[in-house]
């Protein structure tokens, strides 16, 4: 932890979101505190996260971690008293458990605990210290955040990319298919590239490279197991060429993520991670009945994580093939996850019964920072060793979308459009031909949505705008 600075002595104002009472309570907090200068406690060593406090008091050799604090005052804390023992310090537990930390009645209760348990520490001593403890948390729950000014030339109008051109960096994107598509390869793959600093496929329809910006990743699963990642990472591995034993962090997981957020916010910092892989939102997700307000909290604690985030998610059962060419289905449960990701993709697939292969549509349907890509084709390949039979190495690699057999109907409307008139003007009628699973009335309402590709000629006729 690192020291802190000394605070400054300024009048409190009241917090905006308390009643009366808390504001009173929250006061005699602000009186302890005032207490703790007195005592000399003042200036404990102290680090502080989005939803945690932690403090060490040297001159007692004690610790105290507050974490999971709520705006409502509701967290976890932890004690811990330094003590010698034949082997040298070591760290004693002395308490740990819930508490709301704008009750007096809790605090006055825990400070007693404390005093009782603890030989060498004066009930008082302790009093001024957890109140100090609990005001200050709760006061950095309180506060704003760093208050900064837009309005001046950014260094760079370019986006900053984690892995070109499919996540930007520090922002939360989802992929989201039925189960079995392939996600969660796909982000295996993904994460090699940022892991390992490898440049992926150059997409077959946009011409465009997969580059990351090279990264420690974190891959939290609520699915698989460790033994199956370890296998799928082995095998794409060694499908890019990669023969180190070099690894990135892997965590299983079984609560949600608003539970587990201070531990991953733990991971990240000691590791230095900058891309978390979340498999999957539907099963780290709260449970309960309002799914939006689920969907926030789990989009809050991606927040918090303060990394680049990948977030796989599954459609409902009655939206698997109900995709179109012209809309998505979404991730299943509430609009807010679609609302909160900054961009979100939705893979199609398709695979022969039996085969090795399996051809995914990657397509773009939001981005809040630009224009939405065109779909995407990627191929991938399970390769299995001659002599065991065994799964040896897994390949990706591109295809052009409109040229698949399957997928090139799932194009949206003024792609197929596009392509058709690739040899020159053609009727409506001419192209329903082409497309007949449209009407001449289909076509002429997406060619008019679509002015800044297509012109309308002499008749019927329509041509392409050049792009």
Known sequence: MATARPRENTIMTKPRSFDEDQFYKFNEHRLAYSLAHAAGYENPQEDFGSDFAEFYFGNVNVEVGIYEIDYKGNARIKVWSRAENTDGEVLVSMAYQTINLLSQRAVDGLTRKLAAEVNGITTETWRRMVHYCTWTAMHHIQSAKELLKVGTEPDTMNLDWRLFPILQDGEPTTFYCPGGVGKSYLATYIACLVQYDFAGFTDATNGRQWVPKKGNVLYCDWESTHRDHQRRVWAVKRGLGIDNEDTFMYLPCDQPLTALVTAIQDIIRKHEIVLVILDSQMAGSDH?????????????????LGASALVLDHVSKAAMGASSDTNSTGPHGS????NRARQAYELTKNQEPGAGVSDLVLKHWK???????????IKITWENNEDTGHLDKTLFTTFEVEDHPVHS???TVWKRIWDCLEEGPLTTK???KAMPDKTEANLRAVLSQYKSKFVKLDGDRWGKLAI
């Not at 309960?288 to 918090?304: F, L, M």
């Open 335 to 338: 609009v807010v996850k679609a």
């Open 409 to 411: 109907a799932r194009q």
């Open 367 to 377: 981005n809040n920072e630009g224009p939405l890509s065109p779909d995407f084709g």
């Open 430 to 432: 001419e192209m329903v």
């Open 288 to 304: 309960g009945p309002d799914i939006g307000q689920n969907a926030t909290r789990y989009y809050n604690a991606v927040r918090q």
